[in-house]
């Protein structure tokens, strides 16, 4: 397995959203290869995937970086790890690698979020270090 930013062909990343997506929300669609074209052109977005020895995307995780008045940020989003390639540690070295690439870039802290019932992504979230924070979540749907 490897772990790498993603630097290749649309048509692969948007075949494996393809595949991945619905493993993680039932409530969101896989992204076309326009609008992942769009995410990957984003200066915030560095895009990883984990690659199994076969050469095949077998996760995917979004770091998102950005700059507010007090630090630079980094925010993970959307960590998937195929199903069938579970219990590799795919995703504690695709977090690691954004971790790593978010302290590189200077960023004073990495945040995310899981959903509760996600029991093994949240017991692998609190090994890596993450602590959970005294804070609200809130979501305002513009649509």
């Known amino acids: 397995m490897k772990v790498e930013i993603f630097d290749g062909d649309v048509e692969e990343l948007t ?43 077998v996760g995917v995780a979004t770091l998102v970086i950005f700059p507010i008045p007090t630090a630079w ?5 959307d960590v998937i790890v195929d199903e069938a ?17 978010a302290r590189a870039a200077g960023c004073k802290t ?13 017991g692998m979230y609190r090994k890596i270090g993450f602590v959970e924070r005294d ?5 305002y749907d513009p649509s």
Request: charged share 20%.
């Open 110 to 122: 990495v945040d995310l979020t899981s959903r509760p019932k996600r029991e093994v992504a949240n």
């Open 15 to 57: 075949a494996a959203f393809k595949s991945l997506v619905p493993q993680l929300s039932k409530s969101n669609p896989p992204p076309g290869a326009d609008f992942v074209r769009g995410m990957l052109a984003s200066d915030a977005i560095t895009q990883f995937v984990a690659r199994d020895d076969a050469g095949r995307i």
């Open 73 to 77: 940020r980094a925010w993970i989003e």
């Open 135 to 139: 804070t609200n979540v809130y979501r």
């Open 85 to 101: 390639s579970g219990g590799q540690g795919i995703g504690t070295a695709l977090t690691n690698a954004m971790i790593d690439h």
